[in-house]
C-alpha cells in the first residue's frame, strides 16, 4: 500500500504518518511536508523518485504529472486501466493526504501583497484531492485531520468501509470548493467588485439545531469561518442554542453595536427590541432597559456591550431569559446565571468579517446587500423647524436614532434619558408605528410629555406628527425626504417641536 502526504496544516501529521508506516505503508511526500516526516524520524519517498522529474518552478509543479494522476485515477475493476498502468510502469498510489495552502489566512493579512496572495493558490493540491475522491472506492482521501484516527484504524485492520470513503470524498469537494470560492471573492474584491457575475458561497458547519423557527422544520448553523461572527460567541452555560436564538442574538448584538463601549443593554424579543438603554454600569443599562416593557421581556434574549457583573447576573436571574451575551462575564456572575439551567450564556465579540455583506435568502435565488450602514454622525444632520433643540434633547435625539436603526420597521422609538420608554415595530404604518410607542408606554406608565421621538424613515403625512404632539412628544429625529415634507415640518412647528432631518433612512425588514 502506498500513501501520498502532502500537507500545509501538519497537526497530527506524524503520529499519523507514523501509524501507516507501521502498518506497512509506504509514505510518499513532497517538499516541507516530506522534511516534517524525516524530522519525525520515518522513511519518505519523495514525489520526484516516483516521476523521474524534479520540483520546478519555485514548487509551482510537484505532483502535476501522469505518474501521480494515473496511479490515483486508474480503475482497479477494469482490466484496461490496470494493463495501461503495468505498460507505463505506474504504481498504485492507495492513500492520499492534503490540504491546502493556506490562502484565506494570507489573503487576511493586513497589507499583504497580491503576489504573496497569489502563490498560495494550490494547483496541485486540489488538483490530487480532486482525482483521488473521484476513485474513492479504491483510493482513500483525506483532506481533514479530524479524520486520520478513523482511516488509520481501517488501514490497520485491514478492513474496508465504503459509506466512510464516500463521506471523505464529499468533504474534499466540499473543500475545494470553498476553497475556489474564496479565491474567487478574492479576485472580485482586488477590483472592487462587491456584486460579480456568480457569487460564490462557502460555510462550515457549526452545529445542528434541534428544529427550525418551528419543531416540524430542520436546521442547522453554518459559519463563514469557525471563530468568527456569532461563531466565536463561547458558551458558558445553559442548553443548546435554538434557531431561533440565533436569530434573536444577533438582533441584539446589531441593538448595542452603534453604542461602542458605552454601556448598554438590549432586551430582545422576536429579533427586535422591547427595550434598550445606555447607563453607568451594566446592571443601571439593565433596569432602565428592562422598566421600557418588562412584560415582554420575559423569554427574551438580553445583550451587553460591557462585562456583566455579579450585581448584575444576580438582578437579571429574576427574569426568565433565553439567552444573555456579553464581551465577558465575572465568574460570580457566571456562577449567579448558571443556577439557571436553561439560561444559555455566551461570552466574546461577535464581530461581523472584514467587508462582509448582508444576505437574505428567498425562493430560487438571494439577495446580497452592503450590511446596514451605521447612525449617521449627527454633524451632517438639519435642524428644519424654527426651534433648535436642547441639549437634553440632542443627547435623547441621538440615542433615539441610534436605537431606532435596530427595530423592525416601520420603526418608531420614544426615547428619554437615554433609554426607550416606548417601541412601536413592524407595522404597515408609520402612523400606526406611532401609535403603538405612545400606547405601549402609556399602559406600562411611562410619562411621554417632553420625550424623543426616533423614526426609520420620513413621515409621509403629518398625522404621525400630530399624534406624537398630542402625546407630550417635542422632538423628532427622521430621515426626511418626503414629497410632504413641507407640511410635515409645518406641523412641528404649529406644535413647538424641534425635529431633524438626518438624510439617511433605516428601514430593517
Known amino acids: 500500500m502506498r500513501a501520498l502526504l502532502s500537507v500545509s496544516d501538519k497537526s497530527?501529521?506524524?503520529?499519523?504518518?507514523?501509524?501507516?508506516?507501521?502498518?506497512?505503508?509506504?509514505?510518499?511526500?513532497?517538499?516541507?511536508?516530506?522534511?516534517?516526516?524525516?524530522?519525525?524520524?520515518?522513511t519518505v519517498k519523495d514525489v520526484s523518485d516516483l516521476t523521474g522529474f524534479p520540483e520546478m518552478l519555485d514548487g509551482r509543479v510537484k505532483t502535476l504529472h501522469p505518474v501521480v494522476h494515473g496511479g490515483l485515477l486508474a480503475r482497479r475493476d477494469l482490466p484496461e486501466h490496470m494493463a495501461a498502468i503495468e505498460a507505463h510502469h505506474i504504481g498504485l498510489i492507495d492513500l492520499v493526504v492534503v490540504n491546502l495552502y493556506p490562502?484565506?489566512?494570507?489573503?487576511?493579512?493586513?497589507?499583504?501583497?497580491?503576489?504573496?496572495?497569489?502563490?498560495?493558490?494550490?494547483?496541485?493540491?486540489?488538483?490530487?484531492?480532486?482525482?483521488?475522491?473521484?476513485?474513492?472506492?479504491?483510493?482513500?482521501?483525506?483532506?481533514?485531520?479530524?479524520?486520520?484516527?478513523?482511516?488509520?484504524?481501517?488501514?490497520e485492520a485491514g478492513t474496508d468501509d465504503a459509506a466512510l470513503r464516500r463521506l471523505l470524498a464529499e468533504k474534499v469537494y466540499a473543500h475545494t470548493s470553498a476553497y475556489d470560492a474564496a479565491i474567487a471573492t478574492w479576485f472580485a474584491q482586488q477590483r472592487g467588485e462587491p456584486f460579480p457575475d456568480s457569487y460564490p458561497l462557502a460555510f462550515e458547519k457549526q452545529q445542528v439545531l434541534r428544529y427550525g423557527e418551528n419543531p416540524q422544520q430542520r436546521a442547522a448553523f453554518y459559519v463563514e469561518r469557525p471563530g468568527a461572527g456569532l461563531g466565536a460567541l463561547v458558551q458558558k452555560g445553559g442548553k443548546d442554542l435554538s434557531f431561533n436564538n440565533l436569530l434573536d442574538l444577533e438582533g441584539a448584538l446589531l441593538a448595542i453595536e452603534p453604542f461602542g463601549e458605552q454601556p448598554a443593554c438590549a432586551i430582545i424579543k422576536h429579533t427586535t427590541p422591547c427595550g434598550l438603554a445606555t447607563g453607568s454600569t451594566a446592571l443601571d443599562a439593565y433596569k432602565k432597559a428592562l422598566a421600557c416593557d418588562p412584560v415582554s421581556a420575559f423569554g427574551s434574549v438580553i445583550a451587553f456591550s460591557v462585562l456583566v457583573d455579579a450585581a448584575a447576573a444576580e438582578v437579571i436571574s429574576s427574569l426568565f431569559v433565553e439567552c444573555i451575551v456579553a464581551p465577558q462575564f465575572a465568574d460570580a456572575a457566571v456562577e449567579i446565571l448558571g443556577r439557571k439551567k436553561n439560561l444559555r450564556v455566551l461570552e466574546g465579540r461577535a464581530t461581523w468579517p472584514a467587508n462582509g455583506m448582508d444576505l437574505k435568502r428567498v425562493r430560487g435565488g438571494l439577495l446580497v446587500q452592503d450590511r446596514a450602514p451605521a447612525p449617521t454622525d449627527p454633524q451632517q444632520w438639519q435642524v428644519v423647524t424654527t426651534r433648535q433643540p436642547t441639549l437634553d434633547e440632542q443627547r435623547d435625539l441621538l440615542f433615539a436614532w441610534k436605537s431606532v436603526a435596530s427595530v423592525k420597521s416601520n420603526a418608531i422609538v420614544l426615547a428619554r434619558n437615554g433609554a426607550t420608554i416606548g417601541?412601536?415595530?413592524?407595522?404597515?404604518?408609520?402612523?400606526?408605528?406611532?401609535?403603538?410607542?405612545?400606547?405601549?408606554?402609556?399602559?406600562?406608565?411611562?410619562?411621554?410629555?417632553?420625550?424623543?421621538?426616533?423614526?426609520?424613515?420620513?413621515?409621509?403625512?403629518?398625522?404621525?406628527?400630530?399624534?406624537?404632539?398630542?402625546?407630550?412628544?417635542?422632538?423628532?429625529?427622521?430621515?426626511?425626504?418626503?414629497?410632504?415634507?413641507?407640511?410635515?415640518?409645518?406641523?412641528?412647528?404649529?406644535?413647538?417641536?424641534?425635529?431633524?432631518?438626518?438624510?439617511?433612512?433605516?428601514?430593517?425588514?
Open 103 to 155: 490562502f484565506r489566512e494570507t489573503a487576511a493579512k493586513p497589507g499583504v501583497h497580491p503576489d504573496e496572495v497569489i502563490e498560495n493558490i494550490d494547483i496541485g493540491g486540489p488538483s490530487m484531492l480532486r482525482s483521488a475522491a473521484k476513485n474513492f472506492p479504491a483510493v482513500w482521501v483525506v483532506v481533514d485531520p479530524n479524520d486520520y484516527t478513523q482511516v488509520l484504524a481501517h488501514v
Open 12 to 42: 497530527g501529521l506524524v503520529p499519523f504518518a507514523r501509524g501507516l508506516a507501521a502498518a506497512g505503508v509506504e509514505l510518499v511526500s513532497t517538499g516541507g511536508t516530506a522534511r516534517t516526516l524525516r524530522d519525525g524520524g520515518l
Open 423 to 509: 417601541i412601536g415595530a413592524g407595522q404597515m404604518s408609520r402612523v400606526d408605528a406611532s401609535f403603538v410607542a405612545v400606547h405601549k408606554a402609556a399602559t406600562l406608565g411611562h410619562d411621554t410629555k417632553g420625550a424623543a421621538l426616533g423614526s426609520d424613515a420620513f413621515f409621509p403625512f403629518r398625522d404621525g406628527i400630530d399624534q406624537a404632539a398630542a402625546a407630550g412628544v417635542t422632538a423628532i429625529v427622521q430621515p426626511g425626504g418626503s414629497v410632504r415634507d413641507d407640511d410635515v415640518i409645518a406641523a412641528a412647528n404649529e406644535h413647538g417641536m424641534t425635529m431633524i432631518f438626518t438624510g439617511e433612512r433605516l428601514f430593517r425588514h
